[in-house]
């Protein structure tokens, strides 16, 4: 039963726990490859693409234990540089295991991963990456092998693109090069600081992560260590438009409200009263109806591309026109066609959609087809009128912890089978 119910006209208000970050937790599993030592990793969310990550990891040889949240990772007995491609093409992050592979091995193969369906998504920017540090790449059929022919050698190297992925894999593959290695233009999203505190606990030199210059100087070997991973930026802005939506009251804990600025100011602007503490933010909607507000995505600090279904479903019943500027991803509007269903106003048009706020939003039988979209026909299914049917939930268990049962905690009746979630 790959689907849930919701049932609609739902305030939602209380208390969540925010889990840890999927897209921190992901390149931090699969970097545990650059070390032979014992590695311990708090707050790691359980989902989906966890769940494959780890399988991963195992397939290569390694051994993991999970006990509350945290992996127990040994990967000393990591004895092959390829994985299986029933596993790789699950998940869009097993590109994160190229460069590990080919610091660990010297060589490394990975067929083109997989992820959501939110447009092309070439790797090419991973790829000039190590080639710019003395890789050899050869792409054969599906697959792509990276062999180091000598120790890749520390580089300048300017990224054509903001690209999180690439950033993480450039600078990964320069921990264990030789000399310094600078990336300009380099990506500066939090989950990369995270990525870089916990291969600096490993005994790497990374400074300037979180800014768009990353320096890199190569050392000799990683060790093991602890590290606990961030809170998800993602999940607490989807729990604040829950609240949003719904014209209630949540509050999120053990969050990091300073990753979430362009998220809060454009809540502000819908007439949200927002609080923040230390880890928690509290968003009250009680008595309000929502403004719309214009959004622009693009790389960190502007913002995220992952709230952008969200703040559209916010749109769609908030007073008011607005327009969602898609600058990340091509085809990342798939849920507004079932939104529309719902008797939202929506127009999408190539890189944009123009929404037109309603006052009510009817229950439907959806199809969700990506990660942030899933949770956003879920979200719309809280308010609508009527029991909503949202199926593919298999989306949204990628990235979302126990995401039925936080929003039930919340207020909400969302029917599930339990083998499914
Ligand atoms: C990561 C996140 C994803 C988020 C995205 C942007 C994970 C697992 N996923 O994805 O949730 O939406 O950052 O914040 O962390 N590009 C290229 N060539 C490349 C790589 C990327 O052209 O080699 C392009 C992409 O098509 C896209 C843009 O660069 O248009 C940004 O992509 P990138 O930042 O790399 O996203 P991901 O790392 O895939």
């Given at each position: 039963m790959n689907k849930i119910y919701i049932e609609g006209n739902k305030k939602l208000n209380g208390n969540v726990l925010i889990s840890g970050s999927k897209n921190a937790a992901l390149p931090i599993l699969f970097m545990?490859?650059?070390?032979?030592e014992k590695i311990e990793i708090n707050?790691?969310?359980?989902i989906q693409d966890i769940s494959i990550a780890v399988k991963l990891l195992k397939s290569l040889g390694a051994k993991i234990k999970n006990k509350n949240k945290i992996l127990y990772i040994?990967?000393?007995?990591?004895?092959?540089?390829y994985a299986p491609y029933h596993l790789i093409k699950q998940i869009r992050a097993s590109i994160w295991m190229l460069s590990p592979l080919l610091m660990r091995f010297g060589k490394a193969k990975i067929f083109f991963p997989g992820g959501c369906d939110i447009g092309f998504r070439p790797i090419d920017l991973h790829l000039k990456g190590l080639i710019a540090l003395g890789a050899k790449i050869i792409k054969k059929e599906n697959c792509i092998i990276a062999i180091a022919q000598k120790p890749l050698q520390g580089k300048h190297i300017y990224m054509e693109k903001i690209s999180v992925g690439a950033t993480i894999t450039v600078m990964s593959a320069a921990t264990l090069a030789e000399g310094l290695t600078i990336i300009e233009n380099a990506a500066q999203e939090p989950e990369i600081i995270d990525v870089a505190t916990f291969l600096n606990t490993l005994g790497a030199n990374i400074s300037g992560?979180?800014?768009n210059k990353i320096y890199v100087t190569g050392v000799v070997r990683l060790r093991g260590g602890y590290h606990k991973v961030m809170p998800d930026r993602i999940e607490t802005g989807t729990f604040l438009i829950a609240a949003a939506i719904s014209k209630g009251l949540i509050i999120c804990n053990k969050t990091e409200p300073k990753y979430l600025k362009n998220v809060l100011k454009k809540l502000s602007e819908t007439g949200a009263n927002i609080t923040i503490g230390k880890d928690w933010i509290k968003l009250d909607m009680k008595g309000k109806i929502p403004k719309a507000v214009n959004i622009s995505t693009s790389p960190?600090?502007?913002?995220?591309t992952d709230m952008q279904p969200q703040f559209t479903l916010l749109n769609s019943i908030s007073q008011g026109k607005s327009i969602i500027i898609e600058n990340?991803?091509?085809?990342?509007?798939?849920?507004a066609n079932e939104l529309i269903q719902m008797g939202a106003k929506i127009e999408v048009k190539k890189n944009y959609i123009i929404c037109k706020g309603v006052s009510k939003l009817s229950s439907k039988n959806l199809f969700s087809t990506d990660l942030r979209g899933s949770a956003t026909l879920i979200l719309a299914g809280c308010i609508a009128k009527g029991i909503t049917v949202v199926n593919n939930i298999h989306h949204f268990k990628r990235g979302y912890e126990s995401f039925p049962k936080k929003l039930n905690q919340l207020g909400a009746n969302i029917q599930y089978d339990m083998k499914y979630i």
């Amino acid at each position: 039963m790959n689907k849930i119910y919701i049932e609609g006209n739902k305030k939602l208000n209380g208390n969540v726990l925010i889990s840890g970050s999927k897209n921190a937790a992901l390149p931090i599993l699969f970097m545990t490859i650059l070390t032979k030592e014992k590695i311990e990793i708090n707050n790691v969310p359980q989902i989906q693409d966890i769940s494959i990550a780890v399988k991963l990891l195992k397939s290569l040889g390694a051994k993991i234990k999970n006990k509350n949240k945290i992996l127990y990772i040994d990967t000393s007995n990591i004895n092959i540089y390829y994985a299986p491609y029933h596993l790789i093409k699950q998940i869009r992050a097993s590109i994160w295991m190229l460069s590990p592979l080919l610091m660990r091995f010297g060589k490394a193969k990975i067929f083109f991963p997989g992820g959501c369906d939110i447009g092309f998504r070439p790797i090419d920017l991973h790829l000039k990456g190590l080639i710019a540090l003395g890789a050899k790449i050869i792409k054969k059929e599906n697959c792509i092998i990276a062999i180091a022919q000598k120790p890749l050698q520390g580089k300048h190297i300017y990224m054509e693109k903001i690209s999180v992925g690439a950033t993480i894999t450039v600078m990964s593959a320069a921990t264990l090069a030789e000399g310094l290695t600078i990336i300009e233009n380099a990506a500066q999203e939090p989950e990369i600081i995270d990525v870089a505190t916990f291969l600096n606990t490993l005994g790497a030199n990374i400074s300037g992560a979180g800014s768009n210059k990353i320096y890199v100087t190569g050392v000799v070997r990683l060790r093991g260590g602890y590290h606990k991973v961030m809170p998800d930026r993602i999940e607490t802005g989807t729990f604040l438009i829950a609240a949003a939506i719904s014209k209630g009251l949540i509050i999120c804990n053990k969050t990091e409200p300073k990753y979430l600025k362009n998220v809060l100011k454009k809540l502000s602007e819908t007439g949200a009263n927002i609080t923040i503490g230390k880890d928690w933010i509290k968003l009250d909607m009680k008595g309000k109806i929502p403004k719309a507000v214009n959004i622009s995505t693009s790389p960190y600090p502007g913002f995220p591309t992952d709230m952008q279904p969200q703040f559209t479903l916010l749109n769609s019943i908030s007073q008011g026109k607005s327009i969602i500027i898609e600058n990340i991803f091509k085809n990342r509007f798939t849920y507004a066609n079932e939104l529309i269903q719902m008797g939202a106003k929506i127009e999408v048009k190539k890189n944009y959609i123009i929404c037109k706020g309603v006052s009510k939003l009817s229950s439907k039988n959806l199809f969700s087809t990506d990660l942030r979209g899933s949770a956003t026909l879920i979200l719309a299914g809280c308010i609508a009128k009527g029991i909503t049917v949202v199926n593919n939930i298999h989306h949204f268990k990628r990235g979302y912890e126990s995401f039925p049962k936080k929003l039930n905690q919340l207020g909400a009746n969302i029917q599930y089978d339990m083998k499914y979630i």
